[in-house]
């Protein structure tokens, strides 16, 4: 059996690679060095291994990349665009898209990317956050949305079913969570941030029904947002130490060390919990759909034409074959082969017999059923990163204590929105 | 003669030159874009007077900012000065001067480190499951102590890395001082009775009086740029717990908004109020 699933693996890496030859053919004129801005991904590291590849395809370009973490990046390439525009290929995401794209400083994707690399093959779900306005800014390079993970093992002892309602989910956090014994009921995210707690507490606002705008008018002060608040701060009582102003490593971190029963995070986390490389809890980990009516964070990074830096058509051709290059089947089939659970975008790829053999059924069947589930929770606006940097400050200070009025910090964001709203004008 | 007098300004006057450029310009752009509503997103702008100065004194991050900022002035220039005439003194009285250039050498070594690294390295060494700091506390009581995500010890706990890295380094300032100075006054004074506590207090201090107001000066200076200690090690959490003024006029122009023409007047005001206050402080020390 195991033979056969190699024979048809192999068989799929043999027609992928094929594929790669063919596009070698359609070979562009490209020199220099291409600059990235990127924040660290272990495929883009992989990508470094095969830069004579790229040199033949593009004609003789090179690139370099240089990486900085998520908040710094964020803050460099929004600075960077603005000004001097010294980097032909941005790392962008879901939250800052809309402001990159209507303030031109990224290009239309599709007008630069060739068409041999089949565009169309990306998870639609991140197809949907890479789209603003009706146009494609970026190739994911990662993406997805939530799980439930959970300790099979710590549930099973306890008698607890994996639950599948956000009732049960908040009983089983409380009665998993033993302090005196080094485990925590569950790990959320504190660090002030749209892309941190904000990020975690928008699939309670959003499953309970709130909206963010109607139009130009904020909506979201209303007794939504309270509840979903209310229950993150319950939650957060169960939640591991150094998560109250931890971000996705902290929490991440305290699961994969084996001191966290049960969270809800971004689908990446499952590559990591199941690799002993990186988990001490490989193989008693079990993975869900968030429970009902958690909606799920749809969220996609990727790779994006920086305006500035590529001021003629061809050096935008040539970025947008890097771009190509970069997110190709070719490229994910070595990320799989890698390991690199997180780094996979394509559906070629996550329906391959090569996926199933190294990750299980049970896990397509697991990202089949989030993606029903997941949504885009954030503003799709220019503003979004303002209003929702300013909203994880309000939720830090109610997580951390130095704030108490749940309405009243709605009441700060409400003003705020509306002046936002009015600046924008 | 003539040639004379006019030779320091020939060589003065091109390095000048090109500080007065590297200086002002951007200061007088800052100045300028601070009347402006400039963003980011977007490159034009117009004028729009005093109205972000007058936001700023209704803006609660920023008031609270201010506070943070002064605290952490007060709070790391009193620390580290304190415990380097502390040490320096412990290191003059009780250790030999062998001992003492080895003492030394390890003392520097805080200081040599880059600030990003020191502050990393203390940010695990704070952290309530894994930290070596926390775990004493941890071991006896059974629970986990978050220093840096408690809103009334993350600003004390950060100030303790930069009072480890320059207390340290001015102790050996301090102890090189005391090496330096005179003994006769010293040994006047035993032969007087004095106790060695008298000794410091109104004869060694008083004469080191100048070195040590230099040393409170560098201090200042350099707690004023600590924005990197503060950034790595709580980002200004929690929530606006540990937001200084240059951290706030950072995030309002890089982090969150864009907004650089508010974040610019927050920085010509920290310009205006710290030349106020030195020049006051220099002219009464002087």
């Known amino acids: 059996m195991t033979k056969a699933k190699t024979l048809v693996s192999s068989i799929a890496f043999a027609c992928l690679f094929s594929t790669g030859l063919t596009t070698l053919a359609v070979a562009a004129e490209c020199s220099g060095t291409i600059k990235v801005l990127a924040q660290p991904r272990d495929g883009l590291t992989l990508l470094e291994d095969y830069k004579s590849e790229f040199e033949t395809l593009s004609g003789g370009a090179s690139f370099e990349i240089d990486y900085l973490n998520e908040n710094d990046r964020r ?34 994707l599709m007008d630069y990317y060739p068409a041999d690399y089949d565009y169309a093959d990306f998870d639609p779900g991140r197809q949907k956050v890479a789209t603003y306005d009706g146009k494609v800014w970026f190739a994911p390079i990662t993406g997805g949305g939530d799980l439930m993970v959970y300790r099979k093992d710590l549930l099973e002892a306890a008698g607890i079913a994996p639950p599948k309602t956000l009732d049960e989910y908040v009983a089983a956090v409380k009665k998993l969570n033993q302090p005196d014994q080094g485990i925590y009921g569950t790990a959320l995210r504190g660090q002030r941030g749209s892309g941190a707690n904000v990020w975690r507490w928008m699939p309670f606002f959003k499953g309970f029904g709130g909206n963010w705008f109607d139009g130009k008018t ?26 109250q102003t931890g971000g996705w490593d902290e929490a991440v971190g305290a699961f994969t060390s084996g001191q966290v029963a049960m969270l809800i995070e971004s689908t990446p986390l499952v590559g990591m919990a199941i690799d002993p490389k990186s988990s001490k809890v490989a193989g008693k980990v079990g993975y869900l759909p968030p429970p009902a009516p958690l909606t799920g964070g749809g969220y996609g990074h990727g790779l994006a034409i920086g305006a500035k830096a590529n001021r003629d058509e061809a050096s935008r051709a040539c970025a947008g074959l890097f771009i190509a290059w ?76 130095t704030r108490s009025d749940i309405k009243e910090g709605l009441d700060e964001l409400d003003g705020f929105a509306k002046d936002l709203v009015a600046r924008s004008q | 003669m003539k040639q004379k007098n006019s030779l320091p300004a020939v060589f003065l006057t ?89 003492l030394a050498l390890l003392f520097l ?25 926390t775990y004493p506390y941890k071991a006896i009581t059974g629970e986990p102590l978050d220093l840096l995500s408690n809103p009334a010890t993350a600003l004390a706990t950060v100030a303790l890395v930069d009072v480890w890295q320059w207390g340290l380094f001015f102790a050996v300032i301090v102890l090189k001082l005391l090496e330096t100075l ?53 980002r200004g959490g929690p929530g606006i717990a540990t937001e200084t003024l240059d951290m706030y006029a950072f995030s309002q122009g890089f982090i969150e908004s864009g907004r650089i023409s508010y974040a610019s007047s927050m920085a010509v005001l920290m310009m205006i109020a710290t030349s106020i206050a030195f020049t006051f402080i220099w002219k009464r020390v002087q």
Not at chain 1, 326 to 340: D, G, P, V
Not at chain 1, 388 to 396: A, H, K, P, T
Not at chain 2, 120 to 129: E, R, S, T
Not at chain 2, 198 to 205: K, S, T, V
Request: net charge negative; proline share 6%.
């Open chain 1, 218 to 243: 904020p909506v979201f002060d209303g007794e939504q947002a309270v509840k979903a608040t209310e229950t993150y701060l319950e939650l957060f009582k169960y939640s591991a130490p150094g998560s």
């Open chain 2, 109 to 133: 070594v805080p200081v040599i480190l880059p600030r990003v690294s020191a502050a990393f390295v203390w940010k695990f060494a704070f952290h309530p499951l894994y930290g070596i700091a």
């Open chain 1, 75 to 108: 803050a460099k390439t929004k600075a960077d665009a603005s000004t001097i525009g010294k980097y032909n290929v941005y790392y962008i995401d879901e939250a800052n898209v809309a402001l990159f794209a209507s303030a031109g400083w990224v290009a239309p």
């Open chain 2, 14 to 102: 091109p390095a000048m030159g090109i500080l007065a450029v590297l200086a002002l310009v951007p200061t007088a752009y800052a100045i300028y874009i601070s009347f402006q509503n400039r963003e980011l997103s977007r490159p034009d702008g117009s004028l729009i007077g005093f109205a972000n100065y007058i936001d700023l004194f209704s803006d609660r991050r920023f008031v609270n900012a201010i506070g943070v900022s002064l605290t952490w002035e007060a709070v790391t220039v009193g620390m580290t000065l304190l415990i380097a005439i502390g040490l320096g003194i412990l290191l003059f009285e009780c250790v030999s001067p062998r001992a003492r250039n080895l």
């Open chain 2, 182 to 234: 005179p003994p006769q006054p010293f040994e006047a004074a035993r032969l007087d009775h004095a106790r060695t506590w008298e000794i410091y207090a109104f004869i060694a201090l008083p004469m080191l009086k100048a070195p040590l107001i230099s040393l409170a000066f560098v201090k200042m200076i350099e707690s004023l740029r600590a924005f990197d200690l503060i950034y790595v090690m709580t």
């Open chain 1, 326 to 401: 970069a997110t190709s089947k070719e490229n994910e089939a070595r990320r799989l082969e890698a390991n690199q659970f997180s780094e996979l975008n394509r559906t070629s790829i996550m329906t391959s017999p090569k996926f199933a053999e190294l990750y299980g059924p049970d896990l397509g069947q697991a990202l089949a059923d989030t993606g029903k589930v997941t949504a885009v929770n954030f503003w799709q606006s220019p503003q979004w990163p303002d209003l929702g940097d300013r909203w994880g400050i309000i939720l830090e200070e109610l997580i951390t204590g």
